[in-house]
Every structure is written in structure tokens, then in C-alpha cells.
């Protein structure tokens, strides 16, 4: 939601329009920018993440890096779409269902959701 709000002022001052479907580039390169580098610059959280209080961390404890995150992110978002979303509802069962609580994205980077915050190293 802040993204969007974000990005929607930013494309109404550009484009005259708060959000446009056709056209809304702006929004559409800041949400991939944030949702790739955000997570490695911050230790594993977004802005979202920092407010509920969780971040992705690998599965050996270090820090996600920009590898971590693309498998995360296109990789497994690639694997959605192959499935026709079933792997979405899928994982969704598996984030409910499994004690540790990681989905299909986790198991194809390696991490998992943590509430623990980093460590200084």
C-alpha cells in the first residue's frame, strides 16, 4: 500500500493521473527496485516486514543477498504463473499448514521468515 501510494503521487505529478493501468511505469520499476534491493540494503525486510516485525533470512542465517532474492522473487514468481497460480494456493496451505512455515519461494532460495532481528556481525 505505501509503495502504491507512493508511486500513485509520483505518477500523478508525471502523467496528471493518480493511477493509470496502461501506463503506470513509475509505479512499476519502484515496486521491483523495492522489492528486490530493499530486502538485501536492509537485512532481510520491507517496509512491511519491518512493521509487522519479520525478515527473510537464508537458510544458513547470513544476510539474503541480490541472488537470494531473485530466486526468491522471479524465480519463484515464474513458477506461479507456470502452475497457473496453484502454486500460490499452494504455498499459501503451506505457510498455514507446516510447523516452520515456508512456502514454495522459500524452498527455491533457501530462506525462511523470521521474527528474530539481526544479529551484529
Known amino acids: ?9 509520483i505518477s500523478y ?3 496528471g493521473v493518480f493511477y493509470n493501468s496502461d501506463k503506470n511505469y513509475p509505479s512499476d520499476i519502484l515496486r521491483f527496485f523495492y522489492t528486490l534491493l530493499l530486502p538485501v540494503l536492509w537485512s532481510g525486510y520491507t517496509i512491511g516486514r519491518k512493521m509487522v516485525g519479520n525478515r527473510i533470512v537464508r537458510m544458513d542465517g547470513k544476510k539474503v543477498g541480490i541472488g537470494t532474492i531473485l530466486l526468491r522473487v522471479i524465480v519463484a514468481g515464474i513458477a506461479y504463473a507456470l502452475t497457473l497460480g496453484i502454486g ?16 514454495i519461494n522459500d524452498f527455491i532460495a533457501q530462506t525462511y521468515v523470521t521474527t528474530n532481528p539481526p544479529t551484529k556481525n
Do not use: C, K, N, P
Open 1 to 9: 500500500m505505501i509503495i502504491f501510494l507512493v508511486t500513485g503521487i
Open 88 to 103: 500460490l494456493i499452494v504455498s499459501a496451505f503451506m505457510v498455514g499448514i507446516r510447523e516452520d512455515q515456508r512456502a
Open 13 to 15: 505529478f508525471l502523467y
